[in-house]
């Protein structure tokens, strides 16, 4: 599925669970329960089955998880570290600064 056809915020981050929910569950690299989830992630047991069952999380608990699965390395892809600008459009930035003049009366 790609997260593009979704239409709302809250479609995605239940997707993002289930994933998560499916690859704790049926991969032999990463299966375990949610309490050792919880417990390798420094999180309590409530807020994955929170996430899992609702798609409801924050930031850090999340990143938590994902460290725990193995899946850190994904951000990158979601969060570049570098953005490179072209000359035009270095060009246009600068053609948009204007510099402001007190008008003298």
């Known amino acids: 599925m790609n997260v593009n056809n979704f239409k709302t915020d809250q479609e995605i981050v239940a997707e993002i669970a289930t994933r998560i929910r499916n690859l704790r569950l049926n991969d032999p690299a990463h299966q375990m329960s949610q309490s050792e989830l919880a417990q390798r992630a420094g999180i309590s047991r409530s807020t994955v089955a929170r996430f899992e069952?609702?798609?409801?999380?924050?930031?850090?608990?999340?990143?938590?998880?994902?460290?725990?699965?193995?899946?850190?390395?994904?951000?990158?892809?979601?969060?570049?570290?570098?953005?490179?600008?072209?000359?035009?459009?270095?060009?246009?930035?600068?053609?948009?600064?204007?510099?402001?003049?007190?008008?003298?009366k």
């Open 53 to 104: 069952q609702k798609g409801e999380i924050s930031l850090l608990p999340l990143i938590a998880i994902l460290r725990v699965m193995g899946l850190l390395s994904n951000f990158d892809h979601l969060v570049p570290k570098e953005v490179v600008i072209s000359p035009m459009q270095v060009s246009r930035m600068q053609a948009k600064k204007t510099n402001r003049q007190r008008v003298r």
